[in-house]
C-alpha cells in the first residue's frame, strides 16, 4: 500500500519559510540542505517561493549510505559503528555540506519517516551547521504518525534550526 504524499502545506509553516528566505536575503546570507529521510522535501519548499534563489544555495538528497559518502564526505565506518539515523550522521551530514558548499547554513536531518523493522518509528535526527558557529543537533521522536506526518514535522523542524541560524 503507497501512502499519500504530503501535498498540503499548511499556511503557518508556508509563511514561516516565507519569512526564514527575506530574512536570509535581508542579511546576504545562503542556506542550504542535506537530506535523507525527506528526499528533498524541505529544499522544495524553500525554492517553491519566487526570489527564493537569492537565499537558498542548494540541496543533498541522500537517501543511501553510498550518497551520503559520496556526497558529504561521511565516513563510511560511522555510519556502520552509529547507523545512518543517528546523531553523529547527522552532524557529518550538515558539516559535509556546509564545507562542499559556499551557504551560510545547513539542515541535515536522517530518520525514520515510517516503519523500519526493529527501529523506532518517527525517530529523526537534526543538525544545522552554521559557517563561524559551529553545528548544533536536535533529536525528535514524533511516534506512529506515519510517513507523511513526520516528513511535515521535519519540515517545522527546518524552519525552526534555519530561524535560530539567522539570529
Do not use: W
Not at 524553500?46 to 537569492?54: A, E, L
Not at 564545507?99 to 523493522?117: I, M, Q, R
Request: overall charge negative; aromatic content about 6%.
Amino acid at each position: 500500500m503507497v501512502e499519500t504524499l504530503v501535498t498540503d502545506i499548511p499556511d503557518d509553516l508556508q509563511d514561516r519559510i516565507r519569512k526564514v528566505l527575506n530574512l536570509a536575503c535581508d542579511q546576504e546570507r545562503t542556506l542550504a540542505t542535506a537530506e535523507s529521510c525527506t528526499g528533498g522535501l524541505v529544499a522544495s519548499l524553500f525554492t517553491d517561493v519566487q526570489g527564493s534563489s537569492h537565499a537558498f544555495e542548494r540541496g543533498y538528497v541522500v537517501y543511501t549510505d553510498q550518497a551520503k559518502t559520496d556526497m558529504l564526505g561521511v565516513p563510511s565506518d560511522l555510519l556502520d559503528q552509529e547507523g545512518a539515523v543517528s546523531r553523529p550522521v547527522a552532524l557529518a551530514m550538515a558539516e559535509g555540506a556546509l564545507a562542499a558548499s559556499s551557504a551560510h547554513a545547513v539542515f541535515s536531518v536522517t530518520g525514520f519517516a515510517g516503519p523500519a523493522g526493529d527501529a523506532e518509528e518517527g525517530l529523526v535526527h537534526f543538525a544545522c551547521s552554521v559557517r563561524g558557529r559551529g553545528t548544533v543537533h536536535r533529536e525528535e521522536h514524533f511516534g506512529p504518525i506515519g510517513r507523511s506526518g513526520v516528513r511535515l514535522a521535519c519540515m517545522r523542524v527546518a524552519v525552526e534550526m534555519f530561524e535560530e541560524a539567522l539570529k
